[in-house]
């Protein structure tokens, strides 16, 4: 008789722990799915800004500049593009290191046209400026008579025109155009999409747009790349430097 009840109970206590466990399971789950807190909110916001993304104020609010922000850090690490705040991007930009030039020790700018984001670095490898951008979208066109591959060549380059305000070439205006190769021009423009759709320009913001011209002096190095072509231009910069150093003697 007591071994029956010994069993009886065995196997009530066993039953009892069924549910006990499946609630600590969803209670797991809850934890993990949960969104961030307006407090966490502000953490990422600060350190997006710190890395280089320009979150605007750690407020804990997901406004314009956020999103923004968000959308970078996703193309730059590889994540998937949503633009939301989500506890895995909470957690993965926690973890997040600054972006770093593929080709340091010298101020220049950087295309990534795997990414579709250009930066701006500083001679110390901190980024200066981060930007989404829209290259050639490697397409045939036939515009105002004109045919053409819009393509945006990889390679090494430095900036030798540009112009203030609007420009109007034979394929559209361009505003605050930075001139780079044979007519190209990183440009302001109104339509930045997230996939290539240039003539082969490299289209930025319009809000970004004259900063970008003030930043960008004549003979700035601009590396565009993707992940089957890279050329440095380090030998340019140390030319640029001893040239510089010449002129100071």
């Known amino acids: 008789m007591l071994r029956k009840l010994a069993l009886v109970s065995l196997i009530l206590g066993l039953i009892g722990l069924i549910p006990i466990e499946s609630s600590a399971q969803s209670k797991r789950k809850r934890v993990v799915n949960r969104p961030p807190t307006r407090a966490e909110i502000k953490q990422a916001e600060r350190h997006l800004s710190e890395l280089g993304y320009k979150a605007g ?46 080709d340091p020790g010298y101020a220049h700018v950087e295309v990534d046209i795997d990414r579709q984001i250009l930066v701006l670095f500083d001679s110390e490898g901190a980024v200066q400026k981060i930007l989404p951008v829209s290259t050639g979208s490697n397409k045939r066109y036939n515009e105002n008579g004109i045919r053409g591959l819009a393509y945006t060549p990889r390679g090494r380059f430095r900036i030798y025109g540009k112009i203030a305000g609007w420009r109007k070439s034979p394929l559209g205006l361009l505003y605050y155009p930075n001139y780079f190769s044979d007519g190209l021009a990183i440009h302001g423009n109104p339509s930045v999409p997230r996939t290539p759709q240039s003539h082969g320009c490299i289209r930025i913001p319009m809000s970004a747009a004259a900063d970008m ?37």
């Open 57 to 102: 104020p750690a407020d804990g609010v997901i406004d314009a500049a956020t999103r923004s922000a968000l959308v970078l850090f996703q193309k730059w690490e590889g994540r998937k593009v949503t633009g939301k705040l989500t506890r895995s991007e909470f957690d993965a930009i926690m973890e997040a290191a600054a972006p770093q030039p593929r």
């Open 213 to 249: 011209s003030k930043r960008l002096s004549v003979g700035t190095i601009v590396l565009i790349y993707d992940s089957q072509s890279f050329v440095s231009a380090r030998e340019w910069a140390e030319a640029d430097k001893q040239k510089q150093e010449a002129i100071v003697r």
